[in-house]
């Protein structure tokens, strides 16, 4: 085994180790054979194996057979070993360079045939495209190297070794390495040959490398061209043939840059490509230019003279049955999702993807920061102590890595800024790279978030600052808190252009203050935007002893160390189902804005360079929720960064309903990401007339009672409700508990801002502490009169003085039933609570409550700080839809601002309620589950969810709001939910 260090940048002599010179990942029309496919496998137990495997005669029939590229521990249903989590934990002792002896390490073999032409062939060169994490490589029974960089390509000269007709290619991969302490990504360790394996044989005359650098300046493009090749390679033509050009360079020397006129620049709204081929008498590579031009003036960051705004995702590579082999329909469909979500841009966190995906994001339309396959998380834990970013014995390979980087995927339009790793501290090593990055490309600045002084990088970025701190740096950054810096490397940092490269961790249900990240992009030109942490669930599909599917996290596969299910922190679930958050970023990053002004709308395109000739806008007008009119309304075409405004069209106004204006752009024909009619952005406007609130029938001649009683539709004993139009009830009872969001888990410290919180300590510990999960009731009164039933309880919890007074009255009105609930909390009170509520259980019986009918905020869930993407309608859902399936049960479901509900079963009205605003206009908001959230709370996974005989509905009057606690700062003070008095008035009617 070679050594652990000097595995990185192989020292061996030229063709026999990994070839030095990394290039571009081209396209290019030299004879090439994937050797993906069925290969040879076995795993030992350690790095020690003796057997000589690689000699040509071994017999490995007695192997095991397995799919390249592939992850060993994702095959075989647990006999090579299990996956294993880690977020900032490394996952063996922590003595680099060294790793255990324990090192599980996989074999592989497979012959292939080498063609008999390809003997004309200068040389033969076999690529490994991402291998995890150490490997070695024979043909032949020749040693011929070996690399790391699990996510980095590595080049092999194998001509001395092939031979015409039947070859053997073995491959010894060790699961842990020297790398493993500078791969320590927050994500799965997944061992194997994961990316392609492809034999390529060279033409004597070809062309090694191409760059093509282009920009753009005022309709004219430029084209500065670097070839790699031999003198005897030339001449080398370029062709590009939609602009006419056709130009031959007979040697090196005479190559020099084109300017070109006439051409549409590229952007991530119109991604326009030109298909450019650069040949020899040998060779010709295919490329696809997109003329851009990258700059920095001053604190903005500009593509094409034009600030650009960042409404990005950080994208791990991730599948919950591949992990992380690439396959392109998915990769495919996973950005079209992204473009129909208003996504504009991506962090490749955090390593380079697959360079396909680079080729789908220059066609689809991306802004790219592509991200070395970089982070030493785990030295955090020792206060950075013995971390490889200041060690000059890792520096080369530090370099490799970047290096390698860079010169894969420097032909991409899409990527417009370098990011030398993530959360690896800082260091020499570190300012190698970036000054080597500066060296090589000086048309892309370089990011890292670890630099907080500012020394060696371009940008000024953080991770999940909050509000009111990304303000102050908006501004003159003055008050804003500046991490390990000396004064006057703050101001340095002050003078550059900010992004976020992570916000809004969207773990669970969140997260939440999306809008008002986004309303201070649009305040503060120096402010960038930023990418959400992030794009996609880590979920691996496994099952449960039982046969049960599930989609496991940290600790499902029995690690030593994990880190549970914080790798579940996606706005798309692992099945690819968006959550309610994905909804929300859509709407609040939308890039049409509408205001309303009277009888007309201002429309605003946020867009970067495209106008809204692609656009429609369609109106409609529903009177509670039922469509009365529509139609579409007339705008002229809108410039990027311009604003029009256009006349309202006629709204009836119903004076017995709310009457709701609504406003689409949709697209006006296809793309290649998404139909006609696809919606970008929505508006609504209430017009309807004032109507008066019922007021609140005050009964007098209360006398106690007992006994059963019967008021309308409902029955009660001894003041309990017992029954609802003839079916089981249970309830009213008070509930200020909800299953703990994983942001209520969270104990982060950023709560300096807002009183909501205790640093350090998570809410859901406060609300298991005051006893809000099992509280207990205490019938104090129970009174009558002739049309009317009161009662007065206490609720508390056992070991706690604190308490809640809770008076129902329920009155008959008309042919409807009245509910009143008055709920006063008792002093002492100390944190906030989660929400106010009142629950119903409705028991199965002959008919279960299965679904729902409702006018007020939908189609999905909502809460305080989460509300864009929500609109006042008509909606339906089965009782199982009303939820999402979070990976990790919690609080889920809740629909906001409700006017109407029906409760159904199997399609038959059971119930019928309506609410009354309170005295302050605001309404409630329900949730209909087949769990309680005490139920939900307990679970781990949704397979550990009790078999349910009831349908549980929860009236809120109010919620707390969701923040971004679980790696961010706390729900905002206007959002967060301190104990107060409320009151809830519904009036329920039988179906």
């Not at 034009?306 to 992990?323: A, D, K, L, Q, S």
């Not at 509520?837 to 008919?847: C, E, W």
Request: charged share 25%; with cysteine.
């Amino acid at each position: 085994m070679p050594s652990q260090l000097s595995a990185y940048v192989s020292d061996t002599a030229p063709g026999r180790g990994a070839l030095r010179t990394a290039r571009s990942w081209l396209h290019s029309d030299a004879p090439r054979r994937s050797l993906n496919g069925l290969w040879r496998f076995r795993l030992s137990p350690t790095a020690s194996v003796a057997e000589d495997f690689a000699a040509e005669d071994f017999d490995d029939s007695g192997w095991d057979g397995i799919p390249v590229p592939s992850h060993w521990v994702l095959q075989g249903d647990g006999a090579y070993g299990r996956p294993i989590y880690t977020n900032v934990q490394f996952p063996f002792p922590i003595d680099p360079p060294h790793v255990p002896d324990e090192n599980p390490t996989g074999d592989y073999r497979r012959h292939f045939d080498v063609p008999a032409d390809w003997s004309d062939a200068e040389r033969v060169v076999l690529r490994f495209d991402g291998v995890e994490s150490l490997f070695t490589l024979w043909v032949n029974g020749d040693e011929i190297g070996g690399a790391a960089g699990s996510r980095l390509a590595h080049e092999f000269d194998v001509t001395s070794s092939l031979r015409p007709g039947d070859n053997v290619v073995a491959v010894r991969v060790h699961q842990w390495s020297a790398a493993s302490y500078v791969e320590d990504q927050d994500q799965w360790w997944l061992p194997g040959i994961f990316r392609d394996v492809t034999l390529t044989a060279r033409p004597a005359g070809g062309i090694e490398d191409v760059w093509l650098r282009t920009g753009f300046d005022g309709g004219r493009g430029r084209i500065e061209t670097e070839i790699t090749a031999e003198a005897a390679a030339f001449p080398v033509t370029l062709r590009l043939p939609e602009l006419g050009i056709e130009q031959v360079w007979a040697t090196a020397a005479d190559v020099a840059p084109l300017d070109v006129d006439g051409v549409e620049p590229w952007s991530a709204e119109r991604p326009r490509l030109y298909d450019v081929t650069v040949s020899t008498a040998a060779e010709s590579i295919a490329l696809r230019a997109g003329f851009r031009t990258v700059e920095i003036r001053g604190d903005r960051f500009l593509v094409n003279g034009r600030r650009v705004v960042f409404h990005g995702m950080n994208r791990h590579e991730t599948h919950p049955e591949r992990g992380r082999v690439f396959d392109e329909e998915h990769a495919r469909e996973d950005l079209a999702r992204m473009k129909r979500f208003n996504v504009n841009a991506i962090r490749t966190s955090h390593y380079p993807p697959h360079p396909r995906l680079l080729d789908l994001a220059d066609e689809l339309g991306f802004w790219v920061i592509l991200e070395c396959d970089l982070e030493t998380h785990g030295f955090d834990k020792l206060g950075w102590a013995g971390n490889p970013s200041d060690d000059p014995a890792w520096r080369e390979a530090y370099l490799d890595r970047i290096q390698r980087t860079i010169e894969r995927d420097k032909n991409h339009p899409s990527i417009v800024i370098w990011s030398l790793g993530n959360e690896a501290g800082t260091g020499g090593n570190l300012a190698a790279m970036s000054a080597w990055v500066h060296a090589r490309d000086t048309g892309r600045p370089v990011h890292y978030e670890g630099d907080h002084a500012g020394e060696y990088t371009d940008v000024y970025s953080r991770m999940y600052s909050s509000v009111l701190e990304t303000e102050q740096i908006g501004t003159d950054g003055s008050r804003a808190r500046l991490l390990n810096c000396t004064p006057a490397q703050g101001a340095r940092q002050r003078t550059k252009p900010f992004l976020l490269c992570e916000y809004a961790h969207a773990m669970g249900n969140g997260p939440g203050a999306l809008d008002q990240y986004e309303a201070l992009v649009h305040e503060h030109p120096r402010l960038h935007g930023g990418f959400v942490w992030e794009w996609r669930d880590h979920g691996i599909l496994t099952t449960t002893p039982d046969g049960t599917p599930f989609y496991a996290y940290g600790g499902d596969f029995g690690e030593v160390v994990h880190d549970g299910n914080f790798v579940m922190d996606g706005m798309l679930l692992s099945d690819d189902v968006p959550t309610p958050s994905l909804h929300e970023y859509k709407a609040v990053v939308a890039p049409v804005r509408f205001a309303f002004d009277g009888d007309e709308v201002a429309i605003t395109n946020l867009r970067h360079s495209a106008d809204t000739s692609d656009l429609r806008f369609h109106w409609r007008v529903e009177h509670d929720g039922t469509l009365v009119d529509s139609g579409d309304l007339q705008v002229p075409v809108v410039a990027a960064g311009e604003s029009a405004r256009v006349p309202l069209p006629r709204i009836p106004v119903s004076p017995d309903s709310e009457t709701w204006l609504t406003i689409d752009a949709v697209l006006a024909a296809a793309t290649a990401w998404a139909p006609d009619g696809h919606v970008i952005a929505t508006a609504q406007l209430d017009r309807s007339a004032p109507r008066p609130v019922p007021a609140v029938r005050r009964e007098t001649g209360w006398r106690q009672s007992d006994g059963t009683l019967t008021l309308g539709i409902a029955e009660f004993v001894d003041g309990s409700l017992v029954r609802l139009a003839g079916r089981a009830v249970a309830g009213p009872q008070l509930e200020l508990f909800r299953a703990p969001t994983d942001n209520d888990e969270g104990a982060s410290e950023e709560v300096e801002e807002s009183d909501a919180g205790i640093a350090g300590v998570s809410n859901a510990e406060l609300w298991r502490r005051d006893g809000l999960d099992r509280l207990t009731t205490r019938r104090l009164s129970v009174e009558r009169t002739a049309g009317a039933l009161r009662t007065i309880a206490k609720v508390s919890a056992a070991n706690s003085a604190l308490s809640v007074i809770v008076e129902s009255v329920w009155s008959v009105q008309g042919d409807e039933l009245e509910l009143r609930v008055e709920i006063e909390p008792s002093r002492g009170w100390l944190t906030v609570w989660p929400r106010i509520g009142i629950r119903f259980d409705l028991p199965d019986g002959a008919a279960p409550v299965d679904g729902a009918e409702w006018f007020g905020l939908g189609p999905l869930e909502s809460y305080p700080d989460s509300l864009r993407a929500a609109r006042t309608g008509r909606f339906s859902s089965a009782i199982g839809d009303l939820s999402v399936d979070y990976a990790r049960p919690q609080e889920t479901g809740h629909r906001s601002r409700l006017r109407q509900l029906t409760l159904t079963s199997a399609g038959t009205t059971v119930l019928r309620i309506a609410t009354l605003p309170d005295t302050r206009g605001r309404r409630p908001g329900f949730t209909l589950s087949r769990h309680t959230p005490q139920q939900i709370a307990r679970a781990g996974h949704p397979f550990q969810l009790p078999d349910s005989t009831t349908s549980h509905l929860i009236v809120d009057a109010a919620q707390h709001g969701l923040g971004s606690r679980a790696c961010g700062p706390d729900v905002w003070p206007e959002f967060a939910l301190r104990p107060e008095a409320r009151t809830i008035r519904l009036r329920i009617a039988a179906g």
